[in-house]
């Protein structure tokens, strides 16, 4: 089955240290994956994706991505945590279903960032 | 520019009782989700809709149904709502590939439904 695995439920990070908040992936072919940013109260906002190219992509608010087609690892990273990115963060992936993209997501990460 | 618009915010029902909650996008996306997110379990799709007039189930549409008549609406009703409902919603589109997108959703701020 099409999977997607967030292995920490919570990440807690000091101020100014760098961050990571792991994601690994089990999809047939190559993957899109995504990652999403969720702040109290709202909606899930795009963060950054990875469809094809250099492994490492960068998105919003300094954050950034490393593809990993051997560990089939997607983890988000930034190098220096600020207190304002304590939020719920998803890894997805999209897959193709009877013709059609679906989107799988995990279960969310959620990460404090400590003054 | 609204992006994805949902209604209500937030609603209390009563067992048994039915809702519709409307989806509003002002993108032209051809693409409409709508998910549910419960504690731990992350975001489960329940209807989705690949253009004006087509509907089809996703991975937990039990106890829901949904209609797209107009592209911009994406329609979640609940006939018979029952505790388990209880959850917040969250309504997506995104453009197709052919028309310029790149795969990313874009997400309303969701409905907290709690069924008593």
Redesign the interface.
């Known amino acids: 089955a099409q999977s997607v695995a967030q292995p920490e439920d919570q990440v807690n990070v000091a101020e100014g240290n760098p961050l990571t908040v792991k994601c690994t992936y089990s999809v047939s072919g190559n993957p899109y994956l995504f990652w999403y940013v969720q702040y109290p109260n709202r909606g899930l906002q795009f963060l950054l994706k990875y469809i094809t190219g250099d492994n490492l992509v960068k998105g919003s608010y300094g954050f950034e991505a490393e593809f990993n087609k051997s560990q089939t690892s997607f983890h988000l990273k930034k190098p220096s945590a600020l207190v304002s990115d304590s939020a719920l963060y998803f890894c997805a992936v999209r897959v193709t279903t009877s013709g059609t993209y679906k989107y799988i997501f995990g279960t969310g990460t959620r990460l404090k960032v400590l003054a | 520019n609204a992006g994805?618009t949902q209604t209500p915010k937030f609603r209390v029902l009563k067992t048994g009782q039915s809702m519709t909650l409307l989806c509003a996008q002002d993108m032209n996306h051809e693409?409409m989700?709508w998910?549910r997110q419960d504690p731990?379990?992350?975001?489960?799709?329940i209807h989705?809709s690949?253009g004006e007039g087509t509907t089809?189930k996703?991975e937990v549409p039990d106890g829901y149904n949904v209609s797209r008549l107009k592209k911009q609406n994406f329609l979640l009703g609940l006939e018979s709502a029952a505790p388990s409902q209880t959850s917040v919603y969250?309504c997506?589109s995104r453009k197709t590939t052919s028309g310029g997108g790149?795969?990313?959703?874009?997400?309303?701020?969701?409905s907290r439904l709690t069924v008593l």
């Open positions: 994805v693409y989700y998910y731990g379990m992350g975001l489960r799709l989705y690949v089809a996703g969250f997506a790149t795969g990313e959703l874009f997400f309303g701020e969701g």
